[in-house]
């Protein structure tokens, strides 16, 4: 496949199939993650796969994604916001809880951190985290390469994913990305249109 193909394959999805995903797939897109830009050379990153319900069920908890969800409440505080941001958050929001239930696989990427986000003081404090990403997409357009989707789904109770993970302390979590086949009539939802003449700058802003 093409580079320019798999990149405009790869999209957003949280509609999953159940269908297993073939081992050699994510070993073949997770050996294509370690070929991404690490910001020391060091490539510090692991993935965590994981199958199983009850493991499934861990993230659930350790996220307190067991509530319904008010989608009046949802509509509200996204009306004033752009058309396009509004329905992916409108999509998003409600399926978090089945997509990842219902995706065979979830892969949970792990970097070590140059210092933590929080003491961060400046971009360059972040170059782990940007280097985890570049490994991220990597990981996501080989994925696409075979037909298979996946959603980044950001932990905002991540110390108590790592508690019940095991995950050691000094380790952060880039990413929870659930990915599995797409059900035909999954929901792809449209991307801002972007003219890029708009966007490139020279010499100066």
Not at 4 to 26: G, H, S, W, Y
Not at 102 to 120: G, L, N, Q
Request: glycine share 2%; net charge neutral; proline share 5%.
């Amino acid at each position: 496949m093409e580079l320019k193909e798999a990149i405009e394959k790869r999209r957003t999805i949280r509609d999953f199939l159940n269908k297993d995903i073939p081992e050699e797939v994510i070993t073949y897109a997770i050996e294509n993650a370690f070929k991404a830009p690490s910001y020391n050379h060091m490539r510090d990153w692991n993935f965590l796969i994981i199958k199983s319900l009850e493991s499934k069920a861990k993230i659930l908890q350790a996220e307190k994604m067991d509530q319904n969800i008010d989608l009046a409440a949802l509509e509200k505080l996204f009306e004033n916001e752009d058309e396009i941001k509004k329905a992916m958050y409108l999509d998003a929001i409600p399926k978090q809880k089945k997509m990842i239930l219902e995706a065979p696989v979830i892969v949970m990427v792990i970097f070590k951190p140059k210092t933590s986000v929080k003491k961060a003081h400046s971009v360059y404090d972040l170059n782990c985290l940007a280097s985890a990403w570049a490994c991220i997409e990597n990981f996501l357009l080989s994925l696409a390469e075979h037909d298979v989707f996946g959603v980044t789904f950001i932990p905002q109770r991540s110390e108590s994913v790592k508690e019940k993970f095991g995950i050691p302390k000094d380790l952060e979590i880039a990413a929870i990305i659930p990915v599995g086949y797409k059900l035909p009539d999954a929901r792809v939802l449209m991307q801002k249109p972007i003219d890029i003449s708009e966007r490139i700058h020279s010499e100066n802003w």
